[in-house]
């Protein structure tokens, strides 16, 4: 056994919490979750700082809110004077990895930290210390498949593939991770397993997609006038009429929940290999493995698939397993309002490496059973413009997928919007918007009623404005973060 823990981060990408049967879906199973679950804790109560891919990635490693570092939009890659894990991990004399997919380090300088650099996809990504155990010709197999897959509605499409598991994302990314455990496991080592799914295209291998046909999946409740009767913010009514799906075809709303879910058992049995790797190598016990994902998906609920710059659970919930069988309890479960800024904190802790005071984060206290965690903030935003329903009917129907890609960026960076979240109460203000929304979770689970116009909630409206002001004062940095180009603003 070495003396310093190995640490292995698997982070999913686009994974609500609400997919697994540890958060409650009642047709989705996820065993390794469960068996990782087993031998640490669970966290019910995770919340991504961003629900964008690279802003929570950023503020994962640099346990940093993204209006602190700066990374705000899917532009805005980790800063370059940066105090992130690797960085220190690398100082410490840890052997490093990446095995999939990146969107976060673009800086040569930050990648030369790595040991293996296994980014995925590969095009234009320089490899090193590993090469792929797949074929390039393989790899180009299911590349292909993803260039054919139908489009079956405006708004999304989804396939499934007859070929080999490891020529898909999962499976080769998965075998890759073994491998690199395999050849490092007499020293120290820090590996980021970086699964691309179940994040669009939803495609998936046949024998998964298999295991979720119609008549098992269970749409989420939905409110037909949710968007329609004047009390949802503008933003989220555009969003909902880009990527709605109620006029689509229901068989095919169940065909991409069943590929996003194939996708999400794929990952869990990619999870599932790399424990048996750990314990076939005799390290399990020296690895502090941790099991999350950046940041949800819609996948049926409020009637849409896919994100955008809203704060629904589906989309800011995420799950969160924290596992080192000989350090931390195991088999339990906590209700904490905890964040994903707090895990690179608490991994540092646990090493016994000093956490940089820039580091807004720490779990350690939480892990323990020692605190409780009340309150937890996510964002998203750099204050542009707003893009209105009269901007969206500039655009050519039906809206859909070519809607969403040609006003990305504009509505990436639109706004302020900050969203405070404890167990009971979810409270979301933005200046620049024109409705805050508050929700009780308690009585409103799937937050089909925003109830902030309601008179009897008044006191706790007040409340959590005023702590979600303090939080934000705070924590704000003097990172600028740029506006999209200007031509990113033209819809015609």
Not at 425 to 451: A, I, Q, R, S, T
Request: aromatic share 10%.
């Amino acid at each position: 056994m070495t003396e310093l823990p190995n640490i292995v981060v698997v982070m999913s990408d686009q994974q609500k919490a609400t997919a697994s049967h540890l958060y409650g879906n009642t047709f989705c199973e996820t065993p390794s979750m469960e068996r990782l679950a087993s031998e640490g804790v669970l966290f019910d109560n995770a919340i991504t700082p961003h629900p964008l891919c690279m802003p929570a990635r950023v503020a994962f490693w640099t346990s940093q809110f993204p209006h602190s570092n700066g990374s705000r939009r899917n532009e805005t890659p980790m800063p370059v004077d940066a105090e992130h894990a690797w960085r220190i991990w690398k100082k410490h004399g840890y052997t490093t990895g990446l095995i999939g997919k990146n969107h976060c380090f673009n800086r040569i300088e930050d990648q030369a930290l790595f040991d293996v650099w296994n980014p995925y996809p590969g095009a234009n990504n320089r490899t090193c210390g590993m090469e792929w155990f797949r074929s390039d010709k393989d790899l180009k197999r299911v590349s292909d498949a993803i260039k054919q897959m139908p489009q079956q509605t405006p708004s999304f499409g989804y396939g499934s593939t007859g070929l080999p598991l490891e020529d898909h994302s999962t499976g080769l990314i998965a075998g890759q991770a073994t491998r690199f455990i395999e050849s490092n496991s007499k020293k120290p080592f820090a590996l980021w397993v970086s699964f691309p799914d179940p994040h669009e295209p939803w495609i998936a291998p046949k024998s998964y997609t298999d295991m979720f046909p119609a008549n098992r999946i269970e749409l989420p409740p939905q409110r037909h006038s949710e968007f329609e009767d004047g009390t949802a913010p503008e933003r989220n009514v555009v969003l909902h009429d880009i990527l709605n799906w109620r006029n689509d075809n229901i068989e095919d709303v169940y065909g991409v929940m069943g590929a996003y879910y194939a996708m999400v058992r794929f990952v869990d049995d990619g999870l599932g290999q790399i424990l048996d790797c750990l314990e076939k190598n005799d390290i399990r016990e020296n690895t502090i493995v941790v099991f999350c994902s950046d940041h949800g998906d819609f996948m049926g609920e409020h009637g849409m698939t896919c994100k955008g710059g809203v704060f629904y659970d589906c989309l800011t919930r995420v799950p969160l397993i924290f596992s080192w069988p000989s350090r931390i309890p195991c088999g339990t479960r906590q209700d904490s309002m905890v964040n994903l800024i707090d895990v690179v904190p608490t991994l540092l802790e646990l090493q016994g490496f000093d956490k940089p005071c820039r580091m807004q984060g720490d779990l350690l206290p939480v892990v323990t059973n020692s605190n409780e965690k009340k309150y937890t903030f996510s964002e998203y935003g750099c204050g542009g413009q707003a893009f209105s329903l009269s901007d969206l009917k500039k655009l050519s129907k039906p809206w859909g997928r070519q809607a969403l890609m040609k006003s990305l960026q504009w509505r990436e960076a639109e706004g302020r919007r900050k969203m405070i979240r404890t167990k009971d109460w979810k409270f979301v203000h933005d200046p620049m918007g024109d409705k805050d929304e508050l929700y009780n979770l308690k009585d409103d689970p799937w937050e089909l009623h925003n109830v902030c116009d309601c008179s009897e909630h008044t006191s706790i409206r007040s409340e959590l404005s005023v702590r979600l002001g303090d939080w934000s004062i705070e924590t704000e940095g003097d990172v600028p973060a740029p506006l999209p180009e200007p031509e990113k603003y033209l819809l015609s």
